[in-house]
């Protein structure tokens, strides 16, 4: 694996360590950040002192300090739970505590299970206190790589057992790179003298005299539906054969770098201030201060945040969510893809009636390939009102073609991370055109006068646009309406200067309060039966009333398909933010636990 130390940063790049869970990235990530990260005698040259969340940030910690007490000092669940809370340093939301008293509960009846179903066999397992690690040290470099879980293992210590917690069900892989790394750590790994050392020596004293380990296991627990998934029951030496076929590859390849791709990451990434991908727009959000720490906004983030902060929180602390499935939402997703895929064939062309067969036809085209039959019949009265406005259609030249891209900014004023998806980017004539596309069952009477303040992700396009997001020379910000009865599209033209004032207004607008806050307290009503997040509230209203009817604002929603029923004269934001979460997809951001 080859490296090299960019001039703004400073360290020894051969102290490598690696987490297992590193290895469930995808392809699309970041990989420069991997190969940063886990070389952690790399620093920045220049100095900046770290600005600490001013809450709780990782729930899942506290789920580890309790199960330590429970495991090791035979605590009560409950009261350890009470405890830990009460004595941690930052705040815990109500939220957050009340999904770790979940967790710790959870896993505990979990564990039991586990016992018997192990015990069956004649087989007993105890917890380890000290975690194992995998070191290869030289004179010249030190490799190491962990697993960040609970370990178990049998009193002669022949049968190692690693556990994997997940937030809220199994979903990794018996074949998966990082499921591979861990039983690799739990076949071969020394035991660290002090599990604090782990993550703070170079290289971690370990334990010299370990038993042979015989059998390998690597278990998933779910620590909100519970359940546990056995994943690996191997011997030592088929673990080592799947790590040099699977595991090496990919773990070089990552550590490697190379691959840059500006997102999430970049809100800790040593190289967030010299990174030439990474853009910096200052004065972006039209914010007057750098808050309490950095953060990471999206369009996303503010809906959220409008429709309840409470809601917005428990989402960036990874809570388990339960997302409405609505027609309108499934809907959009299938309209998304077709057109994903559409607008990514090369060379680039304009969609024609022809790629649209009748849902009856043999052969479906591109859909095909993409969508089922009934999906495809739902979405084709849609995508074909999107022939008219179709954006590669002619006559002007279209090039640089970007479907559904991830685009990320760095406002260092207010020292935001800003997250983008364009539904499609494109050059016309040279000039970029930024389009969003939306799908809904009527018209839902955004017009040119609205929008920017209807729409969020319009304002943050001006702003983009505008402030040179994407190179000099401004552009064209464009707003798809598609319904059964036709299309619309509305244009912003980043050169007016009205048009950028007022997308600066409306975003400064949903972004002011949510960078101040570090309470994010609850904000309950009817929209609280829908929430996907409600579980863990205490405040969330149990509102009556007809479940086929959400009213806010005037504006009237169907739940269950996620359509308007009936528009209002003057909505507010909070009620354009509830009708949106019934038709937006969720955003991909998935947890590395």
Request: charged share 25%; hydrophobic share 40%.
């Amino acid at each position: 694996m080859s490296w090299t130390v960019r001039s703004e940063l400073t360290g020894n790049p051969d102290i490598i360590r690696l987490s297992a869970s590193m290895l469930d990235r995808r392809e699309s990530d970041c990989h420069e950040f991997v190969a940063i990260k886990s070389r952690p005698e790399i620093r920045q040259r220049v100095w900046e002192r770290r600005r600490y969340t001013p809450w709780e940030a990782f729930p899942l910690g506290l789920v580890m300090a309790v199960l330590d007490a429970v495991e090791f000092e035979d605590a009560d669940v409950d009261a350890t739970v009470t405890r830990v809370l009460d004595d941690n340093r930052s705040p815990v939301h109500p939220g957050a505590a009340r999904w770790i008293r979940h967790a710790c509960r959870t896993y505990a009846e979990t564990a039991e299970s586990l016992a018997a179903e192990l015990a069956h066999s004649g087989v007993e397992l105890l917890p380890e206190r000290n975690p194992r690690i995998v070191q290869s040290v030289s004179s010249t470099e030190l490799r190491a790589m962990t697993a960040w879980g609970r370990w178990y293992s049998t009193p002669d210590g022949h049968l190692v057992e690693f556990r994997r917690m997940r937030t809220r069900r199994s979903t990794g892989r018996p074949d998966g790179a990082a499921t591979i790394a861990m039983a690799y750590v739990a076949a071969t790994g020394g035991q660290a003298l002090n599990p604090r050392d782990v993550y703070r020596e170079i290289p971690v004293p370990v334990h010299r005299d370990l038993p042979r380990v015989d059998r390998v296991r690597v278990v998933e627990v779910g620590l909100t539906d519970g359940g546990a998934k056995v994943l690996i029951d191997l011997a030592p030496g088929e673990v080592r054969q799947a790590y040099l076929t699977t595991v090496r590859p990919v773990a070089s390849g990552l550590l490697a770098g190379a691959r840059r791709a500006p997102g999430h990451d970049c809100a800790e990434c040593k190289l967030r201030d010299s990174c030439d991908d990474l853009v910096h727009l200052p004065g972006l959000l039209g914010l007057r201060d750098r808050g309490t720490h950095r953060r990471v906004w999206s369009v996303t983030t503010a809906r959220r945040y409008q429709i309840c902060p409470a809601q917005e929180h428990m989402h960036d602390l990874y809570l388990p969510t339960e997302e409405p499935h609505s027609v309108a939402a499934k809907r959009g997703l299938v309209v998304h893809r077709w057109l994903e895929a559409a607008h990514a064939r090369r060379p680039a062309r304009a969609c024609t009636p022809e790629d649209l067969p009748d849902p009856g036809a043999p052969d479906l085209g591109l859909a095909g390939a993409i969508l089922s039959r009934e999906d495809y019949r739902e979405a084709r009265p849609y995508l074909l009102r999107h022939l008219d406005v179709c954006p590669l259609r002619g006559p002007d030249l279209v090039t640089d073609v970007r479907p559904e891209p991830k685009v990320a900014v760095y406002d260092p004023s207010s020292d935001v991370v800003v997250v983008s998806y364009p539904d499609l980017l494109r050059r016309v004539n040279g000039r970029l055109v930024y389009r969003e596309q939306k799908s809904a069952a009527t018209f839902r009477g955004i017009t040119e006068d609205n929008a920017l303040e209807l729409v969020p992700q319009l304002a943050l396009a001006v702003c983009l646009v505008a402030d040179g997001a994407f190179g000099p020379g401004g552009g064209l910000v464009e707003l798809e309406q598609l319904t059964p009865a036709g299309a619309d599209l509305l244009t912003f033209d980043t050169a007016a200067p009205d048009v950028v004032t007022r997308a600066r207004a409306a975003l400064t607008q949903v972004t002011t309060a949510w960078h101040r806050d570090t309470t994010f307290a609850p904000n309950p009503g009817a929209w609280c039966r829908f929430c996907p997040v409600s579980r863990w509230c205490e405040s969330a209203a149990t509102a009556d009333g007809d479940p086929s009817r959400l009213v806010v604002d005037g504006l009237v929603i169907d739940p269950s398909s996620g359509e308007v029923l009936e528009e209002s004269p003057a909505p507010g934001t909070r009620a354009n933010a509830i009708a949106a979460s019934f038709t937006e997809t969720p955003e991909d951001d998935i947890p590395p636990y």
